[in-house]
C-alpha cells in the first residue's frame, strides 16, 4: 500500500496555482489546485463525476458528459460560501495516512490519502508513465 510505503515529508505551494510534495522515497509530486479539486474524493464529488460519466442520449447510446466528467462547481451548497472553487484556503494531516483540503468556496469534505495523492501526480514522470500503460 502507498500510503504505508511513502510519507510526505515537504508540503510547499507552488504559488497561487499549486503544491509540491516531497515523499520519503525521493519522489515529488506535483499537483495543480484544479486537478485535486477535480479529483475530489469526498462522497458528494464522486458522485456527482459518476453521474455526469453515466448520462446516455435517448437512443441508448452514451453521450459525452458536458463536463468531461468532471465535476459541477458551480453550485454553493448549503454552508458554503461563494469563493473560488479551485483555491485551497488550507492543507492539514489527518492521521498519518492523508490530507484534507479546505477550498476558498467552504467545501471541505475531501481526504486525499497519501495513495491517492500518488494517484494523482502530475510530474512529468508519472505523466509518462501513465501514458504508457493505458496504450
Excluded at 10 to 21: F, S
Excluded at 45 to 68: D, F, I, K
Amino acid at each position: 500500500m502507498i500510503g504505508q510505503q511513502y510519507r510526505p515529508v515537504a508540503l510547499r505551494r507552488t504559488g497561487t496555482i499549486g503544491v509540491e510534495i516531497d515523499w520519503s522515497d525521493g519522489h515529488r509530486s506535483e499537483y495543480t489546485w484544479r486537478w485535486l479539486r477535480e479529483n475530489c474524493p469526498c462522497a458528494n464529488c464522486r458522485q456527482q463525476r459518476e453521474g455526469a460519466q453515466q448520462q446516455v442520449l435517448p437512443t441508448g447510446q452514451g453521450a459525452p458528459s458536458p463536463t468531461g466528467g468532471k465535476i459541477s462547481l458551480a453550485v454553493v451548497g448549503p454552508g458554503q460560501v461563494g469563493g473560488n472553487p479551485f483555491e485551497a484556503v488550507s492543507v492539514t494531516p489527518v492521521g498519518r495516512y492523508a490530507y484534507k483540503i479546505v477550498w476558498a468556496d467552504g467545501h471541505d469534505t475531501g481526504i486525499y490519502s497519501f495513495e491517492l495523492l500518488r494517484q494523482l501526480c502530475q510530474c512529468s514522470d508519472c505523466r509518462a508513465r501513465k501514458q504508457v500503460s493505458a496504450k
